[in-house]
């Protein structure tokens, strides 16, 4: 059992920074990738960012390529979500997700490949 709180969220203007974090608790021992996937009503959720259980490989979404960092302490803490030049499409609920692996340079990119979420927070984009 593995459970995840973001934190973060919150109204930031267009063109502007803002980074969140995923704790994990419970077991915190096992090996697995992190990813952050993000949700608008009546959307589906999509992929943005993930780093492998090592954290020495990270992927990204094309869209927020070159504007969006994702980091991890260390293998078994806290996350990081770095966003910069953030714009008002990029509004919705951002979920944090674990996800088992053995092979450590793996970096899943699909929901159905997370097996722990957590229980969002909501990020704003107006001016």
């Known amino acids: 059992q593995v459970q995840l709180v973001e934190s973060g969220g919150g109204l930031v203007q267009p063109g502007g920074s803002l980074t969140l974090s995923c704790v994990p608790s419970?077991?915190?021992?096992?090996?697995?990738?992190m990813g952050w996937f993000r949700q608008a009503p009546g959307k589906e959720r999509e992929f943005v960012a993930a780093?492998?259980?090592?954290?020495?490989?990270?992927a990204y979404a094309d869209s927020v390529k070159g504007r969006f960092t994702i980091s991890r302490e260390n293998a078994k803490s806290t996350v990081h979500l770095q966003m910069n030049s953030l714009k008002p499409e990029e509004t919705a609920l951002y979920y944090c997700?674990?996800?088992?692996?053995?092979?450590?340079?793996?970096?899943?990119?699909?929901?159905?490949?997370?097996?722990?979420w957590g229980q969002g927070t909501q990020v704003t984009v107006s001016s």
């Open positions: 419970g077991c915190t021992t096992s090996t697995y990738a």
């Open positions: 997700a674990a996800g088992y692996t053995t092979v450590y340079y793996y970096i899943p990119m699909d929901r159905t490949e997370y097996d722990f």
């Open positions: 780093i492998t259980s090592r954290g020495e490989n990270t």
